[in-house]
């Protein structure tokens, strides 16, 4: 990995953090996560994978769905056709569909349809992707991207009943701009390295969180790997976390019940920090518990 690489520079902030341990009067956590009105035994999500029959095997898509709804989290889902986001919605227990920042707008609204009929959970904009190298538009898949305006979020957000965050948030300004525009929820996210020295999520996370004052959830992504790394973000402020690129190799190691196991024991992972550290719930989390070494 070169010296800027978002995903290293990433893991390394997320291993320097410290955790204080708390024994005194502490007690069995509860993790269960209260979002958007519905109930969930974790906070701890998968991360908006794309098109993973391609990447991967054919079938992926739907074990990824099966093991998500085997550790009854709620699943995001990346760029994928409308039979995939089908799929996904009928086994899933809750689905984030996220959405790219396609230059035909049109094409977004009727995503943002699509979803609703599905009765998704919450769908979301991908800000972070309209640029190719040199600036340029970027192209996926055949379609040309472009950036995002505050305005245009704002029509969006105003379009749809369901929750719609904004993905790719790593500064104060585009959290307050996304709340302005009425956005359900921020994703803390380089976007597995966009873009290089990218500000890892967690060190953006703080002053982030007191932007927002809890108005909205806040999410976050990029190497988040087992029960300590979720619980550090947690502990900072983060609703939930998503997890990405080693759900695939579960999947390719163990099919959806190695996928569905992986993300139980992060969450088993997850509750033995907070035993430690006195958290007794998502809604006791403490700040002070971290320390930067």
Known sequence: MNAGNSNRITRE???SLLVETRYLDAAAPDTTLQLYGRTFPTPVMTAALSHLDHFMEPGSTEKYAEGAAGAGVVTWIGMSSKEEIELVAGKSPAVVEIIKPYRDRDLIFRKIEHAEKQRLLAV???IDH???EGGAPDFVDGFEMKAMTTAELGELCRSTKLPLIVKGVLSVRDADRSLSAGAGGVLLSHH?????YAVPPLMALGEIRKA???RIPIFVDDEIATGMDAFKALALGA???GIGRPLMTAIRDGGAEGMAEYLRNVTKQLAYVMACTGCTSLSAMDASVIHKS
């Open 13 to 15: 902030y997320l291993d």
């Open 192 to 196: 597995n390295n966009r873009i290089g």
């Open 239 to 241: 609703t939930a976390v």
């Open 124 to 126: 979301g904009i991908d």
């Open 212 to 214: 927002v004052g809890g």
């Open 130 to 132: 309209p640029f190719a």
